[in-house]
Structures are given as structure tokens and as C-alpha cells.
T-cell receptor
């Protein structure tokens, strides 16, 4: 069975500082990994995904994520955080042993960026 | 705006009642997914349809059912509602069926409150 963990309930960062949101996964075989962001009273917005290839994935709004197979991690990063990045971030995994792509989500990490 | 629409935005009803949530996928997308987001369970996959047929089932209660119509819109029916069914229900869509690598695009959600 696959699972994904986000070890931090909340991440606090000052505007302009680097932002990292952690995600670790456990799957059989090669993982397909996704990051989504949820703003208050809004749906989930897709940020980026890793399927194969380059371990550094670039996504929307200046975010990127690094896939690390040995550490089974897929941390989300942004070099310089903005107050508008304050939101709930979800890591998700799609099982590749099952062709029907249902996403399994982590519990979410609340990011708070202070001015 | 993801292109996925959901109606209604909010729904308040009483225990024991039945409600129907509606979703229209992005233009051209054949797959529709339903997810439930609650404080205690987080984001949970419920069910997936592809071109009118059920393709995958997750943690969906027997009191819940869904269908996808020929015009590809989908409805999630929740019956004999309980207090614990209060949650945010998301619909997502993607282009392909057998696509664990597909990006799923989420609608804004329907917030269900059961009193």
C-alpha cells in the first residue's frame, strides 16, 4: 500500500526567506508525486508533479520540488516566499501499480508567511 | 479557475436527508473523481468515473453513490445523511482514464453541512 506523509502541520517563514514544505512517501515501485495548494474557501490548485526524469521539477508560482529516491522524499521549495504564499499545501501520490489514478493525499501543511 | 465547476457551493440539510452534488469537468476531460475533505479524515478519494463508467472506488460509504452522464457531468448522491457527513466535497477531472500520471484539476468544492 502507498502512503504519503507531511511531517509538519505548520511552517512559519518570513517574507523573502526560503520556503520548504516536506513530504515523504512510501510506494511500491516508482512513485508519481504531486503538489497542490489550497487557499481559504477555494479548491486545490495544481503546482507541479514528478513522473520521471529530472529530479528537480519546476512548477507554478516559482515553486519547485526535488525528488530524492534514496530518502523517499519530494520536498516543495520556493527560494523567496511571499505573503500571498500563505495557504495549505498538500503532497499526493498516485499509485503506478493501479492504472486508475486516484490520488492519496498527505494531511497537509499550513504555510504562514509573515511580512 | 481550473475549468471544473461544482454546484451548489454550500448545502445545509438535516440528518436523514438526501442531497445531490453536481460537477462539470473541464472541456474535453473524460475522467471525473470525487473527494471528501473533512477535519478528521483529511482528503479522501471516493470514486472515479471515466466516460460514464465507474473505474475506481475508494472510501465511499454505501449510502453514497455517483454517476457520470453522457454529457460527462457527474453527480454524487448522499443519502441518509449523518452529522459526520459534513465536509467539503471536491470534484476533479483529468483527460485520460488509465493515467496515474494525469494531472487532476479540482473544482471549488461543495460545502455540506448536516444539522
Amino acid at each position: 500500500a502507498q502512503s504519503v506523509a507531511q511531517p509538519e502541520d505548520q511552517v512559519n517563514v518570513a517574507e523573502g526567506n526560503p520556503l520548504t514544505v516536506k513530504c515523504t512517501y512510501s510506494v511500491s515501485g516508482n512513485p508519481y508525486l504531486f503538489w497542490y495548494v489550497q487557499y481559504p474557501n477555494r479548491g486545490l490548485q495544481f503546482l507541479l508533479k514528478y513522473i520521471t526524469g529530472d529530479n528537480l521539477v519546476k512548477g507554478s508560482y516559482g515553486f519547485e520540488a526535488e525528488f530524492n529516491k534514496s530518502q523517499t522524499s519530494f520536498h516543495l521549495k520556493k527560494p523567496s516566499a511571499l505573503v500571498s504564499d500563505s495557504a495549505l499545501y498538500f503532497c499526493a501520490v498516485s499509485p503506478n501499480t493501479d492504472s486508475w489514478g486516484k490520488l492519496q493525499f498527505g494531511a497537509g501543511t499550513q504555510v504562514v508567511v509573515t511580512p | 479557475d481550473s475549468g471544473v465547476t461544482q454546484t451548489p457551493k454550500h448545502l445545509i440539510t438535516a440528518t436523514g436527508q438526501r442531497v445531490t452534488l453536481r460537477c462539470s469537468p473541464r472541456s474535453g476531460d473524460l475522467s471525473v473523481y470525487w473527494y471528501q475533505q473533512s477535519l478528521d479524515q483529511g482528503l479522501q478519494f471516493l470514486i472515479q468515473y471515466y466516460n460514464g463508467e465507474e473505474r475506481a472506488k475508494g472510501n465511499i460509504l454505501e449510502r453514497f453513490s455517483a454517476q457520470q452522464f453522457p454529457d460527462l457531468h457527474s453527480e454524487l448522491n448522499l443519502s441518509s445523511l449523518e452529522l459526520g457527513d459534513s465536509a467539503l466535497y471536491f470534484c476533479a477531472s483529468s483527460a485520460l482514464s488509465r493515467g496515474s500520471t494525469d494531472t487532476q484539476y479540482f473544482g471549488p468544492g461543495t460545502r455540506l453541512t448536516v444539522l
